[in-house]
């Protein structure tokens, strides 16, 4: 090879890596294009809304690595949720624990927004008769709620708060919206028995990062920029984390590299340290039925700390991790019980919303 040659072959790589990163750039996407997708199906539902409308409020709800595990079957009658298989994580989730309670979620989004719009009915769970939790509709008088205005506003928000304590009339408004038959809810709001929390989710996180199976479901469900995330409406959007966005083939490459368990540890004991409180969900069995029943108390839950300006967020390692289990339920007073669910709450910074399938994609 003469220098010339060396010159143009530099140049040359010079050009690829040039194209790359602009190739890159541009597979990033456009995070204005994502935000703009995410807020039409957040929009305020219309003044006389069909069921497809109400079926777009459930998908709201918050659910395990945002995989949508959930139809809607709408009849002239009323709306059924069925659980999507299909889309099951069955490392993190091998019961489909999470699945019934994102379901649960869904169910009580759908409940508010069919109150708030005129209609009547209780849901049922029916799933051995007709395959769905059932929501029977009949036209009544609309019952508007904050609860409901404040389910375009949730979201899990992964950033870290300020740690102020919260007062304890709004500490007694959380309590009372979660209350459902069959599920306890217990608010832990001193320090030391928080501290007791954090050290569970980063020993259990620790666990998880440690399991290549768990790692490699993870990864399935991440998006890593703004075209993906809104190429696939699933998974868990870095930039919805609070994480930067980064072109997709070097995502999984970065995430192996960045979320080392010292990182992670730090991140999840700042997050801690920073929440006002903890709130763990206990169902009074572990079933379907009553996991459908946890995800609608914390559901509610979710939505008053919205009504009330607070965030909120799982960190769910201690009762992802069975061996887990068994020491946050002493530590909730509640021994020989199965909890379901940790959440996080106080009040900190917004993040960007995670996307949703559009309604047409879940109807049965
Ligand atoms: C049953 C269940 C378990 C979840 N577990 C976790 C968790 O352990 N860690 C986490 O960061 N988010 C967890 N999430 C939150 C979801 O990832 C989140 O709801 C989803 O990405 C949609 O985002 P959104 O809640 O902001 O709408 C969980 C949600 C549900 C319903």
């Known amino acids: 090879m003469n220098r010339r040659q060396l010159l143009i072959g530099g140049s040359a790589a010079a050009v690829a890596v040039g194209g790359a990163t602009w190739a890159g750039v541009d597979q990033l996407g456009s995070m204005t294009r994502y935000v703009a997708a995410v807020a039409e199906s957040r929009a305020a539902l219309s003044a006389n809304p069909g069921f497809a409308e109400l079926v777009r409020f459930a998908t709201l709800a918050p659910n395990g690595h945002n995989t949508q595990p959930w139809r809607f079957r709408i009849t002239p009658g009323g709306i059924g949720i069925l659980p999507d298989f299909t889309r099951r994580t069955p490392v993190v989730d091998p ?24 209609h009547v009915g209780e849901p049922r769970y029916a799933v051995a008769e007709t395959g769905a939790i059932e929501l029977a509709l009949r036209p009544g ?38 209350e459902v038959p069959g599920v306890e809810t217990v608010l832990i709001t001193d320090r030391a028995a928080i501290t007791r929390v954090r050290d569970l989710v980063i020993v259990g996180n620790s666990a998880q990062m440690g399991d290549a199976a768990f790692v490699r479901e993870l990864k399935l469900w991440l998006r890593f920029n703004p075209h993906d995330a809104l190429r696939t409406r699933d998974g868990l959007f870095s930039v919805a984390s609070g994480s930067p966005a980064v072109p997709s083939f070097a995502g999984p490459w970065l995430f192996d590299r960045m979320m080392t368990a010292t990182s992670e540890h730090a991140r999840y004991a700042r997050q801690l340290d920073t929440s006002s409180g903890v ?86």
């Open 95 to 118: 019961d489909d624990h999470h699945l019934w309670v994102s379901l649960g979620c869904a169910v009580e989004n759908l409940a508010l927004a069919a109150a708030a719009t005129g």
């Open 141 to 178: 008088r609309a019952v508007d709620s904050a609860l409901f205005a404040a389910i375009p506003q949730r979201q899990s928000t992964r950033g870290d708060y300020d740690g102020s304590p919260l007062e304890t009339a709004d500490l007694h408004r959380l309590a009372v919206a979660a």
């Open 279 to 364: 709130a763990v969900f206990v169902g009074a069995a572990a079933t379907p039925d009553h996991w459908v029943a946890v995800g609608r108390a914390c559901q509610r839950f979710a939505l008053q700390a919205t009504v009330l300006g607070l965030k909120c967020a799982f960190v769910n390692q201690p009762v992802e991790v069975a061996g887990l289990r068994p020491e946050l339920a002493a530590l909730v007073g509640m021994a020989g019980q199965r909890p379901d669910l940790v959440l996080r709450f106080g009040r900190g910074a917004a993040l960007p919303y995670s996307a949703r399938w559009p309604v047409a994609a879940v109807l049965a």
